[in-house]
């Protein structure tokens, strides 16, 4: 068979990651191949890593971009930060708290979960209960829930980690750039991310912080790291030094270069202008879909602007409505996962899916896709209730 070329279809993404990649990012990845000890590449290096200080406002932390896509940064921290026989407490309120809690079961933890149903935050006073259980290496919680809409507090949660002595461990796979993330003022220990969701970059990297504490800690372990890629010993000695690098894995070039072209894109921008604009869009949205009659799975006091869960109406075929809005529309939003399965869908305002026109293209889409199917969705009224909140 003659290979041809691929073209992908132009979608936009509105699910729950990747995200609209912007034609800066694509096009900085498109730049020349250099070799990754290349002096010019080093520089590069050097200046990712204190834009992901700024990023995660982690002044104090050790951060790099891990050569794989969010669940390696979560891999990383789980695998490095414990050692068998070590108690770990995972709070879960979702399928990725649920994936914490697998990872932590295979680096030998003893691995207590705090289950919540699915929609809800983290709960602090339960998450608190099983810390004072018993010693505890490691607390670790997701920050934005992507398989629920939810946000957890996690100022408090890496508080109580800190009162009980535990290492914290936050995913703000989702979080970053969508909603303020500060591994500072948290005093978190280890906070990681993905590119593809508010950074508005391919998938493929993970950005990760790591406290001084955790450093200590890693750095003091009984047994080596399990797995050689992740492992901050070895790791370190590549990202680490100024100068002196040597060898150890060949780093992804040009997804680092786009990922220092969606930094520049959003430190432009502003960071806290970021965050107004997501909620922003969010608010549009929620005023869209309310005004047509749908309604959020979670409530207001915890929803996430960028990962809006919206349920399902009695009667509609939730499958048909994405492959409607795909085929028509070249719009992808997300399914349910989980017990959330075909009752929600998942809409993401995540990085450049976070603007006036995507709440409009995503409201006039879901409406004739709903109608479709003898649902009274009245695009009109969304439009003009999506409007008057952009407006105000
Ligand atoms: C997407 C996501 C991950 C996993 O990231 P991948 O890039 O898919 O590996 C982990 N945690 C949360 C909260 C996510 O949304």
């Known amino acids: ?52 200080q700024r990023l ?16 390696a940064g979560m891999e990383a921290a789980i695998m490095n930060l414990l050692e068998p026989g070590d108690r770990a407490v995972i709070a879960v309120n979702g399928a990725f708290g649920g994936r914490m809690a697998d990872m932590a079961d295979r680096a030998g933890a003893t691995v207590v979960t705090v289950e919540h149903d699915w929609g809800q935050p983290v709960d602090p006073a339960r998450v608190e209960a099983a810390l004072a259980e018993a010693p505890t290496k490691v607390l670790a919680f997701v920050h934005a829930e992507t398989s629920t809409g939810v946000r957890s507090d996690a100022a408090t949660l890496c508080g109580i980690a800190r009162k009980h002595r535990a290492l914290s461990i936050v ?13 500072a003022a948290w005093d978190a220990d280890v906070v990681y991310s993905g590119t593809q969701k508010c950074l508005s970059a391919p998938p493929g990297l993970s950005p990760i912080a790591l406290s001084t504490r955790a450093q200590a800690a890693i750095a003091g372990r009984k047994e080596k790291v399990r797995n050689w890629l992740f492992d901050f010993n ?13 060898y150890h894995h060949t780093a992804p070039i040009n997804a680092l270069y786009g990922l220092h072209e969606a930094l520049v894109v959003l430190f432009e921008e502003g960071q806290q202008a970021a965050v107004v604009r997501h909620a922003r869009a969010h608010e549009a949205l929620v005023a869209g879909l309310e005004a047509t009659g749908l309604r959020m799975l979670v409530d207001e006091a915890h929803r996430l602007p960028q990962l809006n869960t919206v349920l ?16 028509t529309w070249d719009l992808e939003v997300g399914a349910g996962l989980g017990p959330l399965k ?32 003898g649902f009274d969705a009245d695009a009109k009224a969304a439009l ?3 409007d008057r909140r952009l407006a105000a």
């Open 312 to 327: 399902v109406p009695d009667g509609i075929d939730e499958a048909a409505v994405r492959a409607h809005v795909l085929k």
């Open 384 to 386: 003009a209730a999506a």
């Open 56 to 71: 995660f406002n982690a002044p104090d932390h050790a951060c790099v971009p891990l050569p794989a896509p969010g669940t």
């Open 1 to 52: 068979m003659m290979m041809q070329s691929f073209q992908p279809p132009r979608r936009v993404l509105m699910g729950p990651g990747p995200s609209d990649v912007g034609p800066r990012v694509l096009q900085a990845m498109a730049r020349p191949t250099i070799g990754h000890l290349d002096p010019e590449f080093q520089a590069l290096m050097e200046e990712i890593k204190s834009a992901l």
């Open 171 to 183: 995913d703000c796979v989702t979080s970053l750039g969508g909603i303020p993330v500060d591994a």
């Open 234 to 246: 070895l790791l370190m000695g590549y990202w680490g030094g100024e100068g002196g690098r040597t």
């Open 342 to 373: 075909g009752k929600v869908w998942r809409i993401g305002l995540m990085g450049a899916s976070a603007t006036p026109w995507h709440v409009r293209l995503c409201l006039t889409a879901l409406c004739e896709a709903l109608a479709a199917q």
